[in-house]
């Protein structure tokens, strides 16, 4: 499947709900494993503390990063590394390409990557003849699947273990009611020899430090490792955000990030890269490529207010919280991040005309920002982008004058009254559908019961 | 003590009797009460819409109707949220004033427990198993949790565990009709999990407005009443 853009939200979110009602089971049952781990995760240590230093530190960097990339760019250098500048997804690909040309690439492991989702590595790489896997056990049954990650952290969420045990059963003969290790155990013994024979593995980044030019990842599966180690080239997709000054702020950023994620105090495998093979190393790729990458990111920076979900360390808190992305799941956002974190890059990186409604895909209950490791406003940047829409005329018109109209009302004390009486006695179930907002509320739910007498005229005739 | 009552557009039309039972409630313990009548809507539907300068012509009416009151409260834990937290902000032209509203106004249980310090009410609600749902403004935005439950407890009432009871209900104001599938599984999220009680309570019309609603459309026999009225029956008059 393909992506079908943020604009079909309305209709995606309810064909969803109506077609796969297993997907919304299965994606509450998983959240509410992460939300517990991650609260209880979270409980361990003063996490205030370490959310407010997490914060102080992602809002440093982005606001010195011209000095922080330019170090960056530097010490990779120093390392041995070579280093590329992508201003957009077609220039990353470009650079992709000549890499693999240049090297004559005929096969490629892939470790999680969600900038490798953004910019559609997989479907070039495999126009150019590569053949491309995934590695990451989610990543692999969705690259299976011909599916589309649904969650940052865990991208195949929305499939259930039957879904699993159906997929493996008819790729590798597993039993159709194989446990998980079972499933693990049989896409390991595939992958084993697609890593062997891959010349080119990539990666994307959690935190590349300016300071000692490294490439940090974390993972648990170790599919990482094998997929920056193990082929002759290693190309990192490194979004311009990922900086942090040193290596103390990742020590600290990785354990944050890890409990936010999945309620660990840190991952299984901290990879941190620091440029090609040595002479004196056995081990190790050849070439070290970084490719640094914008795609929005400036854009969304230059916002007054949004620049500050670029602090995202990706950790899927949010969207496990988000009481709106457990109804459906990541697909029927239309892009690559989901839940409330897509709402608000989404307007920044693509447009505010490109991302609609997502900054209306939000009751705004605030869930997300209890949880948020880095502390983005996240309710304050949707009600900022769902500004910028009213002022660039992209909200419905109808929405625009019934607003307009109750302010005017709501200004005339008696008039708004009036009024309300009037539509107070409309026999609301009969004729919501023919009213334009009401329409919305009695598809769904049968309308309000009106107070037979308005609490101000109990208040006029004396409250006993 | 005095207070100025704020019924809300909402309450107003929706929730009268809950409004009036709020009224009872605060004399009951006391409290000398007002209802300004140039009150109308605190602008929240066009705040969360976007619609700043609509939401700031309404800060204005409201901060003109309730000019002068000693403390204002109100049933309802979104538009007391509304005037405490963004008015200040929203109201750049008189932060000083906004901040001064913001200050004194209050959600009714949050003034129950925090300025009139309510030690008993009544027990009325004795042998009922009662469910409060959290509304998320009153819970996140003015850190209401325990002063609603304290209130019902010492009225009698068992409040039951309820695993979604600090999830969002799905209303959300108009995301309720614009994303209508969507909000309507929020509703069943919250119903489906809900375990067997008397009734549900919240401090939060619109919440009630849709869980009541959703329920109804699903012919569920679930009964929801909004909090001053949960808490008028606990005093036992």
């Keep these: 499947m393909s992506f079908s853009g ?52 992602k809002s440093h960097v982005l606001t010195n990063l011209d000095r922080y990339l330019e170090q960056a760019e530097k010490q990779l250098l120093a390392n041995g590394a070579k280093v590329h ?20 690439i005929g096969s490629a492991v892939k470790a999680k990557s969600m900038l490798s989702e953004e910019l559609g590595v997989n479907e070039h790489l495999e126009e150019l003849g590569v053949h491309v896997r995934e590695t990451d056990l989610g990543e692999y049954i969705i690259q299976l699947l ?180 457990r109804q459906t799941g990541g697909h029927p956002y239309g892009w ?129 | 003590m005095k207070a100025a009552f704020f019924a809300t557009c909402l309450g107003d039309q929706f929730y009268a009797d809950a409004c009036a039972d709020a009224v009872r409630l605060l004399r009951h313990v006391g409290v000398d009460v007002d209802v300004p009548q140039s009150q109308t809507c605190c602008g929240q539907p066009a705040y969360n819409a976007g619609r700043r300068s609509e939401a700031i012509r309404m800060a204005h009416q409201t901060l003109n109707a309730f000019d002068g009151s000693d403390y204002v409260v109100l049933a309802s834990g979104s538009c007391a949220g509304m005037v405490r937290c963004f008015y200040p902000d929203l109201v750049n032209d008189d932060p000083k004033l906004a901040q001064a509203l913001a200050d004194r106004t209050y959600e009714l249980s949050h003034f129950l427990v925090e300025v009139v310090g309510v030690q008993d009410l009544g027990s009325g609600l004795t042998g009922k198993r009662i469910a409060y749902h959290h509304s998320c403004h009153a819970l996140r935005e003015l850190g209401v949790r325990d002063e609603p439950i304290s209130l019902l407890k010492k009225c009698g009432a068992e409040v039951v565990t309820w695993e979604a009871d600090e999830e969002c209900c799905g209303f959300g104001g108009l995301f309720s009709v614009k994303l209508p599938e969507v909000s309507a599984a929020m509703a069943d999220r919250k119903l489906d999990t809900l375990p067997d009680v008397d009734f549900v309570t919240s401090t939060d019309g619109g919440c009630l407005l849709q869980l009541s609603g959703r329920g109804s459309r699903r012919r569920a026999s679930t009964q929801f009443r909004h909090l001053a009225s949960a808490l008028w029956e606990g005093v036992g008059i």
């Design chain 1, 336 to 464: 690559t991040y989901s839940g409330p974190i897509g709402a608000i890059i989404a307007p920044g990186m693509l447009g505010i005309k490109e991302a609609m409604p997502l900054p209306y895909a939000s009751s705004l209950c605030g869930a997300c920002v209890d949880v948020c490791p880095v502390r983005i406003p996240i309710t304050e940047l949707l009600l900022h982008w769902r500004e910028r829409a009213v002022e660039e005329g992209l909200t419905p018109g109808i929405e625009s004058a019934g607003i307009k109209a109750y302010t005017k009302a709501a200004e005339r004390p008696g008039i708004f009254r009036a009024a309300a009486a009037v539509l107070r006695h409309l026999p609301l179930n009969a004729v919501g559908r023919a009213l334009p907002i009401l329409r919305g509320w009695v598809k769904e739910r049968s309308a309000p019961a009106s107070s037979s007498k308005s609490f101000m005229r109990q208040w006029k005739d004396g409250i006993k």
């Design chain 1, 6 to 57: 943020p604009n079909k939200y309305p209709t995606a979110s309810a064909q969803a709900l109506k077609d796969k009602p297993g997907v919304r089971e299965t994606v509450i049952s998983a959240t509410n494993i992460a939300n517990k781990k991650r609260s209880a995760a979270y409980q361990q240590i003063d996490s205030d503390m370490w959310r407010n230093w997490g914060r102080d530190v």
């Design chain 1, 85 to 104: 500048w992508a201003e957009t997804a077609h220039d990353a690909l470009g650079l992709l390409e000549k890499i693999v040309s240049d090297h004559g």
């Design chain 1, 146 to 325: 011909g599916d589309r990650p649904s969650h940052i952290v865990g991208p195949a969420m929305h499939l259930s273990l039957e879904d699993c045990q159906r997929l493996f059963h008819e790729k590798f003969g597993t039993p159709l009611d194989g446990r998980p290790e079972i499933l693990a155990a049989a896409a390991r013994e595939a992958l084993r020899e697609e890593f062997l024979a891959a010349d080119l593995g990539i990666s994307g980044c959690n935190f590349l430090i300016a300071e000692t030019g490294t490439v940090a990842l974390i993972e648990n599966e170790g599919n990482i490792r094998l997929s920056t180690s193990l082929p002759r080239i290693h190309v990192a997709l490194v979004g311009i955000e990922k900086i942090v000054p040193c290596l103390e702020d990742v020590s600290g950023l990785i354990q944050l990030t890890s409990r936010a994620a999945t309620g660990q105090p840190i991952g299984n495998f901290i990879s941190l890269i620091q440029g090609p093979k040595r002479d004196d190393e056995i081990d190790g790729p050849e070439e070290v490529h970084v490719i640094l990458v914008d795609n929005g990111r400036t854009r969304l920076l230059a916002d007054d207010k949004a620049w500050e979900a670029l602090r995202c360390v990706r950790c899927g808190a949010c969207l496990n919280i988000c009481p709106v992305y």
